[in-house]
């Protein structure tokens, strides 16, 4: 049963593995971007300067292979967001070569593979959409013309929430496109210290015996996993149900769109995988509910934080998809 | 805290006593101070603590009752004493229970029960102002047939459980409260409904007696039976609350009895509630309360004081007199009427009085056939009402009070019943009384055992007895039946024939001593026989002078004592006119007794009959205690659970001992009833009897002039002494009775007119209900231990598609028992890695569980893999689980609760 998940676990593995190499205490968060990878989401990681974001997502280019030799994207491209920034610093833009007498499209950093969206609150709204408008079409528009994006395209997007003078705050419609919103905390003292250790080989990256993983590898595995990892009637109540109570909670001002319920299902089925499971359990809502819809709700004034407001509102939706396992409803 | 002085706030009314006052002040108390205490002493000391100074109580009351007993006198000390007790015992409880709570969550529930219980219980035994344990829950059980004593165990037993429970549930991981919340309002409620049904039957039962015969099932179907478990049921039961023992109870112990007590009034069945007026007399302080019962029944207070007031008992008669009519009347195989009766009264425990006359009543009524089983009924369901009595019983027709019951065979206490009665006297002293005709007396009494008049005596000449005390006899008692003296037909010198026509007592001419004296009875209350001064020789009816106020007139002819017992000396009691003068209840203690008595006295004097006797009465007077509390029960030898006990009791107990003790010493005796007057009530010519001068005394036959009474004047009494003769009423009641002419009376009054209560069904729904909600209680455990056991061999059978379902619940099951169970809200697998330390094979069975649930459709999981991961699990958790632990899980009912 598992057999056609065994090249998608196998991506998992290789992925973990790599950026585990790379990436010293920072396991829970590099499952997590693994799993969006899989799950075709984006990330955003709240976090403060110097907390291996950078790293974190080099070391995901890196981890990849573009195989695709027909293009002309690269694995990793970073951009550094500032308030000067305009749409066409990122998407690309037309520009005329003199000596065919034609205009043609340089490629902005748009166009690769994993894209590291540093500091995005610190750029204007109308830079923020182009590139929001990216993620959620992986498609950009440029002088009329619509140009495809690789299927694979992942942002990892950063943002600080502390220093957020002159910032551009996201709306909660644009942080709805990150599957993902990661609070990412100070890592374990054993592992800062054993990071110091290695610092050498953090320096020289993962090694090369860890095998990388190829383009056509990811897009396969999310297809395979989407396919093949099964999810029962009973989450997708469960889902249904928690998106209501979320709706009529008195402590949320707006619940959970209907668009996190789409982006959820998949991040379910791969973390199913991840877990070495070929089905969803009310487990993989627990764990991936409060990291999917946190930052898409709205509290009422004077609510408590959005994880415990998610937590109470998932409560009977999780206890009741427990108990159906003993056959009752 | 706060909670305890609510409580007993809203208790205090019903605690007129001194001594409830203070169980409520020193449980607030208790609370407080285990709430101060709780930061400064660990857990262990301050509940050793709390359960010392309940142990401990018992001890400190015995030593201030030694003390002030040495300062301030016998009554005093016994108060004291007993506030000491119970305000110790209480505020160890509050402080014990406290603690607890403090440091377990889950004795919170259990506090709050007993707080609950602590409110419930005085209001639920709150019976015509006296009131002591619950009432309600003994009469409920009897009414369903149960012995009160296996009810308070159950229920003990179901509280230690519970508490079990409680502290299993806690143990491993969280306190459970879901268990707590559910079982302890179902156990409370079922306790309600028990005792909410079994009041209610009782009223209605009371009310509509007649019906009675209906519910023949219940209590006793046989009279024997039925009879003798109640009483035991009291006997035993009251220990367990007993005051002696008690603990928090104890108080009650004492209490109780008075709350019999005042029952009394048989008359007219009110419903409970009506009955309190009564009860609002005084409770008095807690001895004090009693009296109030006592009074009432007791007639015989006797006053604290004075030894001289003869108690008088018998009086009670008249109220008794239903009873005896049925008993007599009805079964003439005497035996029965006897065995119901004991049988109503038993059931009552407490408050053995009243109740009977009800029952009594509605018996005489009815066919004879159906009154074994009615009588037993209604008395059973005593509960209460017994509405002041002062209205005179309106019921039965003196019937013939002719046959005396001569053997009441049943009635008889079964011979097993002896060895206990020493230890436990006391506390089986109050049990209810039993069917002896004695008792009956009194609880009629009771029922007029308030000061109500219930007869005028008009003397025809002037005379004042010896004594100082009128004693009009109006039974004897003198046949030895089990432990207790029963009328027989031997004595021919009281009157036991119908009330009408003419009656010549036949019994041997005196030779001196004796003068003669004529007068006239008018009777207010029903009576079952005539009485008259003592030694009457002859009785004629006469007219009712005023049928408004008198049921029966009467002449008496009487050769009545002239000189105190000092001129009885040296006279001899060789009459003993039949081997049954002597018998007594073989116990070695009484010969034991009489020569301990008799050893002071010079050897010339140990034959005297008449020094016998009164060094006798004079040994019990000086060490007994007058108590009107303790209940006279008839199953075990209560003469000797006196004697050799506490020395508590009243007249009944007194004069059945000294009659013992007389026969040990070989001089015939026997019990004479009737009432005991004080000569102070003799207004003129005119002596009026009031319904708490019954009495009961001894009496020895000396030859050449008959029977004499020696009566027992106890020096310390705890009741107090009844309220005046009202100067008015006497004047009032004795022209009337002089208007009396000497014409024949008219027939026998026909049935008296008795009020119809439309027939609701209530007693019946009643008892439904409390069986409903008993077999709901036994069903509910039942279908929990079932449901466990189902569920633990179900996977071995289930299908292969609920295999996977049932196996996970059987796995469940086995972890909920030892605590490990999913809480609320937490994921199937979050619950396997929290117990994978104590069963690691559980995470997979749940893996398979789950994926059967939630997977893909294909082949469910291996049969053998599944139940191969359950035994897993289990043999874990042999392994990683002390066995107690696991016992208590086995045991817990909940268990099944909290698989989720």
């Not at chain 2, 008095?284 to 030894?307: F, V």
């Not at chain 2, 001569?406 to 206490?413: G, K, T």
Request: charged residues 20%; negative net charge; glycine residues 10%.
């Amino acid at each position: 049963m598992m057999n056609d998940l065994t090249l998608a676990q196998d991506v998992v593995r290789r992925l973990r593995a790599r950026l585990n190499a790379a990436v010293i205490g920072r396991e829970a968060v590099i499952d997590a971007v693994i799993l969006a990878l899989l799950a075709d989401g984006h990330v955003l990681l709240e976090d403060y300067p110097g907390s291996g974001k950078t790293t974190l997502a080099k070391a995901l280019g890196d981890a990849l292979i573009d195989d695709e030799t027909t293009d002309t994207l690269v694995a990793m491209r970073r951009i550094q967001f500032t308030p000067d920034l305009l749409p066409s610093d990122i998407t690309g833009t037309t520009i005329f070569e003199p000596e065919h007498q034609r205009f043609t499209f340089r490629q902005g950093p748009l166009f690769a593979l994993v894209l590291l969206a540093d500091e995005i609150n610190r750029t204007s709204p109308k830079v923020q959409s182009a590139l929001l408008e990216a993620m959620a079409e992986k498609q950009v528009t440029v002088d009329n013309e619509t140009r495809r994006l690789d299927e694979l395209f992942f942002v990892i997007a950063t943002q600080n929430p502390l220093d957020l003078a002159g910032t551009f705050p996201l709306p909660v419609a644009q942080l709805d496109r990150f599957l993902f919103k990661i609070r990412m905390v100070p890592i374990a003292r054993e592992a800062e210290r054993r990071l110091l250790d290695a610092l050498d080989e953090v320096k020289r990256g993962a090694p090369e015996s860890l095998s990388r993983v190829s383009r056509t590898d990811v897009v396969t595995a999310r297809r395979s996993i989407v396919e093949r990892v099964v999810v029962a009637p009973a989450i997708k109540d469960a889902l249904v149900d928690l998106a209501q109570a979320t709706r009529s909670s008195p402590l949320i001002h707006q619940g959970v769109s209907t668009r996190s319920l789409v982006q959820i299902v998949p991040a379910l089925q791969t973390r199913a995988l991840m877990e070495g499971r070929d089905h969803v359990t009310d487990e993989d809502l627990a764990a991936l509910s409060p990291l999917v819809f946190a930052h898409r709700i709205q509290l009422a004034p004077g609510a408590p934080s959005a994880d415990e407001v998610l937590r109470r509102c998932a409560q009977p939706v999780l206890d009741k998809l427990a108990r159906q396992a003993l056959g009752r409803r | 805290m706060l909670a305890a002085l609510a409580a007993w706030a809203l208790t205090w009314w019903v605690l007129r006593g001194t001594v409830w006052f203070t169980a409520g002040a020193a449980a607030a108390a208790g609370s407080l101070a285990a709430d101060g205490a709780a930061s400064r002493l660990r857990q262990r000391v301050a509940v050793g603590a709390a359960f010392a100074a309940l142990l401990a109580a018992p001890l400190v009351r015995a030593v201030v009752a030694f003390f002030v007993a040495v300062v301030m006198g016998a009554t005093a000390a016994l108060w004291l004493s007993e506030l000491v007790f119970v305000g110790l015992a209480a505020f160890a409880v509050a402080a014990g229970l406290r603690t607890l709570a403090l440091h377990h969550p889950a004795w919170r529930g259990v506090e709050v029960a007993a707080m609950g219980a602590a409110i419930a219980s005085p209001v639920l035994s709150h019976r015509d102002g006296a009131w002591a344990r619950p009432l309600a829950l003994s009469d409920a059980a009897i009414q369903a047939g149960l012995d009160p004593l296996h009810v308070l165990v159950g229920l003990g037993v179901l509280a230690g459980f519970g508490a079990v429970v409680l502290l299993a549930a806690e143990r491993t991981e969280r306190p459970e409260r879901a268990a707590a919340l559910v079982l302890v309002p179902a156990a409370v409620l079922a306790l309600l409904l028990m005792i909410v049904g079994g009041s209610v039957a009782a009223l209605v039962e009371q009310v509509r007696s007649p019906d009675a015969s209906t519910e023949t099932d219940e209590p006793g179907a046989s009279g024997d039976e039925g009879g003798q478990d109640p009483s035991k049921a009291d006997g035993k039961a009251r220990p367990a609350q007993g005051e002696g023992d008690g603990v928090a109870d104890a108080p009650d112990g004492p209490g109780n009895g008075g709350a019999s007590p005042d029952r009394p009034d048989g008359a007219p069945p009110m419903p409970a509630g009506a009955g309190k007026p009564p009860g609002d007399r005084p409770e008095g302080e807690e001895r004090g309360e009693r009296p109030d019962g006592g009074a009432a029944d007791g007639a015989d207070e006797r006053p604290a004081g004075g030894g001289g007031d003869p108690p008088p008992a018998g009086g009670e008669r008249p109220g008794e007199e239903p009873a005896g009519d049925k008993a007599a009347g009805d079964k003439p195989p005497g035996g029965d009427g006897d065995g119901d009766k004991s049988l109503g009264e038993k059931p009552e425990g407490d408050q053995p009085a009243g109740d009977r006359p009800h029952g009594d009543k509605p018996a005489g009524e009815e066919p004879p056939a159906v009154d074994p089983p009615a009588d037993k009924p209604d008395g059973g369901q005593p509960a209460g009402d017994k509405p002041a009595g002062d209205k005179p019983p309106p019921r039965d027709p003196p019937a013939d009070k002719g046959d005396p019951p001569p053997s009441p065979d049943d009635a008889q206490p079964p011979p097993d019943a002896q060895g206990d009665p020493p230890p436990n006297a006391d506390t089986d002293a109050q049990g209810s009384a039993g069917g002896d005709p004695l008792e009956q007396l009194f609880e009629n009494g009771k029922s007029s055992g308030d000061p109500s008049p219930v007869a005028v005596v008009i003397l025809d000449d002037d005379y004042l007895p010896p004594g100082e005390t009128w004693y009009l006899r109006q039974d004897a008692l003198s046949e030895l039946v089990g432990y207790r003296l029963m009328p027989s037909g031997v004595d021919l010198d009281v009157p036991r024939g119908p009330m009408v026509g003419e009656e010549v007592a036949s019994s041997p001419e005196p030779d001196g001593e004796r003068t003669s004296l004529t007068g006239r009875v008018a009777a207010l209350v029903e009576q079952t026989a005539w009485f008259g001064p003592e030694a009457a020789v002859s009785y004629g009816a006469v007219n009712n002078p005023d049928r408004s106020r008198f049921v029966a007139a009467w002449t008496f002819s009487s050769l009545v004592p002239v000189g105190d017992a000092s001129t009885l000396f040296g006279r001899t009691s060789t009459a003993a006119i039949l081997p049954g003068y002597l018998q007594y209840p073989a116990d070695p203690r009484y010969a034991a007794k009489v020569a301990e008595l008799l050893a002071p006295m010079p050897a010339d004097l140990r034959a005297d009959p008449m020094a016998v006797a009164l060094s006798i009465t004079h040994g019990i007077g000086v060490d007994m205690v007058y108590d009107k509390g303790v209940v006279f029960q008839p199953d075990t030898d209560q003469a000797a659970s006196f004697l050799f006990g506490g020395m508590r009791g009243y007249c009944v107990h007194a004069a059945h001992a000294a009659v013992y003790l007389m026969r040990a010493a070989g001089v015939p005796a026997r019990i004479g009833t009737g009432y005991a007057v004080p000569g102070t009530s003799l207004r003129g010519s005119t002596l009026l009897v009031r319904g708490l001068e019954a009495h009961a005394w001894p009496e020895v036959w000396i030859d050449g002039v008959g029977w004499t009474i020696v009566d027992v004047h106890p020096e310390k009494s705890v009741t107090p002494p009844p309220p005046p003769v009202d100067e008015a009423l006497v004047r009032q009641l004795g022209e009337a009775a002089r208007e009396a002419t000497g014409e024949q009376p008219p027939p026998p009054p026909a049935t008296p007119w008795r009020p119809r209560m439309p027939r609701v069904p209530w007693a019946a729904i009643g008892r439904a209900l409390s069986t409903l909600a008993f077999w709901l209680v036994v069903a509910a455990v039942g279908g929990h231990y079932a449901a466990k056991a189902v569920r633990r061999v179900r996977p071995r059978v289930s299908s292969p598609d609920a295999l996977p379902r049932d196996a996970l619940i059987a796995a469940l099951d086995a972890l909920a028992e030892v605590g490990l169970s999913r809480e609320v809200g937490e994921t199937r697998e979050a619950h396997a890695r929290r117990v994978a330390a104590h069963a690691p094979a559980f995470a997979a069975l749940c893996a398979h569980a789950t994926r059967a649930a939630l997977g893909p459709g294909d082949a469910p999981p291996d049969r053998l893999l599944l139940l191969g991961l359950l035994d897993g699990v289990r043999a874990e958790l042999r392994a990683s689980v002390p066995w107690w632990r696991r016992l208590l899980g086995a045991l817990d009912l909940t268990s099944v609760w909290r698989v989720r």
